[in-house]
Nanobody
Framework: QVQLVESGGRLVQAGGSLRLSCAAS????????MGWFRQAPGQEREFVAC???????DYNDSVKGRFTISRDNAKNAVYLQMNSLKPEDTAVYYC?????????????????WGQGTQVTVSS
């Protein structure tokens, strides 16, 4: 059974930093793209960042320069370093992976999803 488990979300003040982690099990994703999406209350799920199997990255314009996606294929994990957090970053953050190799901002391109981790940024 394939599982993606996010962790690291919590309440943080504006301007602070968080590092989200996503641990995958049941399947190796070293040949797949992995990404992060988020969903705020009352809003649609939106793309945050992704990384292709070969390490190319793409970001939502709203997080460029503040967020960094990385992955550790040996640990079958993907991370999201979030700096200079803003109240508008408040959302549930989801990890997504496979079955594509190239980067994609489209949620429907990703087959596996985690349950999400809550990030709340206070002003």
């Amino acid at each position: 059974q394939v599982q993606l488990v996010e962790s690291g979300g919590r309440l943080v003040q504006a301007g602070g930093s968080l590092r989200l982690s996503c641990a995958a099990s049941g399947r190796t994703f070293s040949n797949d793209a992995m990404g992060w999406f988020r969903q705020a209350p009352g809003q649609e799920r939106e793309f945050v960042a992704c990384m292709s199997w070969e390490g190319n990255t793409d970001y939502n314009d709203s997080v460029k320069g503040r967020f960094t996606i990385s992955r550790d294929n040996a640990k079958n994990a993907v991370y999201l370093q979030m700096n200079s957090l803003k109240p508008e970053d408040t959302a549930v953050y989801y990890c997504a992976a496979g079955l594509i190799a190239a980067m994609s901002q489209r949620s429907h391109d990703y087959f596996y999803w985690g349950q999400g981790t809550q990030v709340t940024v206070s002003s």
